[in-house]
């Protein structure tokens, strides 16, 4: 079963915009990880926020992570047609594997 | 350096056929993990070695399904008389030691027809 929910499902915005992704868990983490997967292809891991973090920044993404409200959320800021894609959280616990939503499709019009 | 590659990258089986996917990881990595895909979903943990030992089958979803890793490198998935259910695609990952990133293969896409 998949434990990480994302929101919103789908996602269009203009080039340029910025692009807000959430992502929420249930259980207890290590750390939270956040992937890009392009049509047909495999995943790129983006960004990783451990649990005593609160804020990561890489490049033009920004995550946030609440531990107390079992959230993360990702941001891309002046986002480019290149960036569309699902993106998915993932979350890892004590025991290594990756529980992963179900993702978030974004689509970034020219 | 090279990726994580998979092979095949694309496998079509009549149903209750036996087939092995074959992953190849980045050299080094310790750590080593299978995914399965469905079409719209995100990927479900199937099982993970560390090194050749398989620590976790736990998503494993039947025992025609099984995985090893005999030299610790090199880890090959075998699903034995496919069913339509197991259509999907998949992914396998590997890890440095520790908790870090996953980096992922490309796939193989199964279609059991």
């Known amino acids: 079963s998949q434990q990480g929910e994302e929101d919103p499902q789908a996602l269009s915005i203009q080039e340029g915009e910025n692009a807000t992704m959430n992502c929420s868990y249930k259980?207890?983490?290590?750390?939270l990880q956040w992937y890009r997967q392009n049509s047909g292809r495999g995943l790129v891991h983006l960004i990783l926020i451990r649990s005593n973090e609160r804020e990561k920044h890489s490049g033009r993404l920004r995550v946030t992570l609440d531990t107390s409200k079992k959230s993360s959320s990702l941001l891309i800021t002046a986002s480019r047609a290149a960036d569309t894609a699902s993106y998915f959280c993932a979350r890892s616990g004590a025991n290594s594997k990756l529980t992963f939503g179900k993702g978030i499709t974004l689509s970034v019009r020219p | 350096g090279a990726g994580v590659s998979q092979s095949p990258r694309y496998k079509v089986a009549k149903r209750g056929q036996d087939v092995a996917l074959r992953c190849d990881p980045i050299s080094g990595h310790v750590s080593l993990f299978w995914y399965q895909q469905a079409l719209g979903q995100g990927p479900e943990f199937l099982t993970y070695?560390?090194?050749?030992?398989?620590?976790?089958k736990s998503g494993l979803p039947s025992d025609r399904f099984f995985a090893e890793r005999p030299e610790g490198s090199v880890s090959t998935l075998k699903i034995q008389r496919t069913q339509q259910e197991d259509s999907a695609v998949y992914l396998c990952a590997s890890r440095a030691r520790g908790p870090y990133e996953q980096y992922f293969g490309p796939g193989t896409r199964l279609t059991v027809t």
């Open positions: 259980t207890s983490i290590n750390n």
């Open positions: 070695f560390q090194n050749e030992a398989q620590l976790d």
